[in-house]
């Protein structure tokens, strides 16, 4: 076999990511190793995916264990597999039941799909006024690019579907008066992720639920990046004290292997009757399999509390980088969904520190121009986050270094 090289990336491959030249062969746990052996430390965790880091040993015994059973059946057939992970989730949660699929917009589009029939049936056509928020990340399906709240994302892809109103996040009084019984679903992220991890506000995710229970609309929560145990509760939403109609989750779910899920009550839920929706991967048993063996090992104290103590030990550290180089405003997020807003001199280069990290043997992740996000492993082991933020710090050094080597020359 013929080598394969970072070129053949752009050689063969549609052009609608840039990745690094970097290219990752292996994973364990919190580090990660390129084609020429070297070594990384990974806080990205896949995009808040790699809930387990990698190749967790309860997950790779649990996939190959079903490789060798059953691996698909189409959802014709029912399997032990499906079953039984929608039985932990309704244990687990506010919900009733289950739509499996295979990502988050996927689960998005569920949800959205679900609201308008469900108001449908119980309210007429009228009622399909969907209110979204602006900067928000739902997805790259159409429908979930159109209530996503970031223009350039659904550019030049007209038409879009109708019926969807885009409002402030966190603004209370813009929610209220736009308002009214012809909404038939509000959608919203308890922290917006890919927006710069922008934290709802109690008092607004309140208010939504307020008004959908006045107005008879369903509240569905975006959880795909924010669930499974990223904020140190199985669900954010747990944070606030609202539940929500309809849930959307995916990422973490199936700790590396491809699953989205909609949650959603009985009486919701019973809108989907038979023909009204439909996967043909959904619930497929790998995913299903890995996804609950991911689920036992996530929905524990020791990890869901071990969440609020990694995310001491790292905004620790990533202040005292801060005060040390003076690159962050402000650190938010909760629990390993960490946004480190950098400071004005820095605005719009935050793709500069990833590099830099990369440079320096550590995976990190932005989200936009002036966010550096960090979405590591619920179970990093202290040591690699004792590594992981001095490689962080010899890389900010390098960049402050680079940067007065400039001001001073000019
Ligand atoms: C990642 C993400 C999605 C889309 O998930 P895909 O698996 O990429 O389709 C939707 N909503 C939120 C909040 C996300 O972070």
């Known amino acids: ?44 965790g896949g995009i808040a995916v790699n809930a387990l880091g990698h190749v967790h040993p309860a997950l790779v015994s649990t996939l190959t264990d079903q490789a060798g059973k059953l691996w698909h059946t189409s959802n014709v057939i029912a399997t032990e597999p499906a079953i039984a992970l929608a039985r932990k989730l309704c244990e687990a949660t506010f919900a009733e039941r289950v739509f499996f699929c295979n990502s988050g917009g996927e689960a998005v589009e569920a949800s959205l799909k679900l609201a308008r029939r469900y108001c449908s049936d119980h309210y007429g056509p009228k009622k399909d006024l969907i209110i979204a928020f602006d900067n928000a990340f739902h997805g790259r399906s159409l429908f979930s690019v159109s209530v996503g709240g970031q223009p350039d994302y659904r550019a030049g892809f007209g038409p879009l ?160 980088i801060s005060s040390r180089f003076d690159v962050f405003e402000t650190i938010r997020g909760r629990g390993l969904l960490i946004g480190c807003v950098v400071s004005e001199s820095w605005k719009g280069r935050a793709r500069e520190f990833l590099q830099a990290a990369q440079d320096a043997g550590l995976m990190l992740l932005i989200a936009g121009g002036d966010v550096v996000r960090l979405a590591p492993s619920l179970i990093i082991p202290e040591a690699d986050i004792t590594e992981g933020l001095e490689r962080m710090e010899s890389a900010v050094a390098g960049l402050c270094a680079a940067e007065q080597k400039a001001a001073s020359v000019s």
Not at 188 to 197: D, F, M, N, R, T
Not at 228 to 256: N, Q, S
């Open 1 to 44: 076999m013929s080598t394969i090289e970072r070129e053949q990336f752009d050689q063969y491959m549609m052009p609608n990511y840039a990745p690094g030249d970097m290219i990752p062969v292996r994973g364990s746990g919190s580090r990660v190793w390129d084609q020429q052996g070297r070594e990384y430390v990974d806080f990205a």
């Open 161 to 320: 579907p109708g019926g969807i109103t885009h409002l402030p996040f966190n603004d209370v009084a813009a929610l209220e008066a736009a308002f009214s019984d012809n909404v038939c679903a509000v959608i919203v992220e308890p922290i917006q992720g890919e927006a710069g991890v922008l934290d709802a506000e109690p008092r607004f995710l309140q208010a939504i639920r307020r008004l959908c229970d006045q107005h008879n609309a369903l509240m569905v929560l975006d959880e795909v990046q924010t669930g499974v145990g990223r904020t140190g509760k199985l669900y954010a939403h747990e944070w606030y004290g609202v539940v929500p109609d309809i849930m959307a989750t995916a990422k973490a779910l199936g700790g590396g292997f491809p699953i989205g899920a909609t949650l959603a009550t009985a009486e919701v839920a019973s809108s989907l009757v038979v023909g009204t929706h439909g996967s043909t991967y959904g619930g497929n048993p790998l995913a299903c399999s890995v996804a609950a063996a991911a689920f036992d090992v996530i929905n524990t104290p020791e990890v869901l509390d071990g969440v609020t103590h990694r995310r001491m030990l790292l905004e620790d550290g990533l202040q005292k």
